[in-house]
């Protein structure tokens, strides 16, 4: 099983940005993609974006997509989400996940195994 670790939430204004990391404990060949995913206060968990382990951008959801950013560092096995222009929808939080079969989808939690704890992310005036 694969420990992931969330960090970089925090409470700021509408308009301003943060950028989220997920250490994964060991980025190996059994990772197909690392996914975000949020859960806001009284929601379901929502897809947020998900990239491949080859770096290949696998989804982004269509709430996020021209404001988020999702990037890899394969030399720290880091998973960034880079969020600008942050709003109160953007509030919750922001889970990583491994998907660790070839047949992934990124927009689907279920087809994520190993998961984070989560980095509440809080954007009020």
């Known amino acids: 099983q694969f420990q992931l670790v969330e960090s970089g939430g925090g409470v700021v204004q509408p308009g301003e940005s943060l950028r989220l990391s997920c250490v994964v404990s060991e980025y190996t060949s059994d990772i197909y993609a690392i996914g975000w995913f949020r859960q806001a206060p009284g929601r379901g968990r929502e897809a947020v974006a998900c990239i491949a382990s080859n770096g290949a951008i696998a989804f982004y959801a269509n709430s996020v997509e021209g404001r988020f950013t999702i990037s890899r560092d394969g030399d720290n096995n880091t998973v960034h989400l880079q969020m600008n222009n942050l709003d109160a929808d953007d509030t919750g939080i922001y889970y990583c996940?491994?998907?660790?079969?070839?047949?992934?989808?990124?927009?689907?939690?279920?087809?994520?195994?190993?998961w984070g704890l989560g980095t509440l992310v809080t954007v009020s005036s």
């Open positions: 996940a491994a998907a660790l079969t070839p047949w992934y989808v990124g927009s689907q939690a279920s087809t994520f195994r190993d």
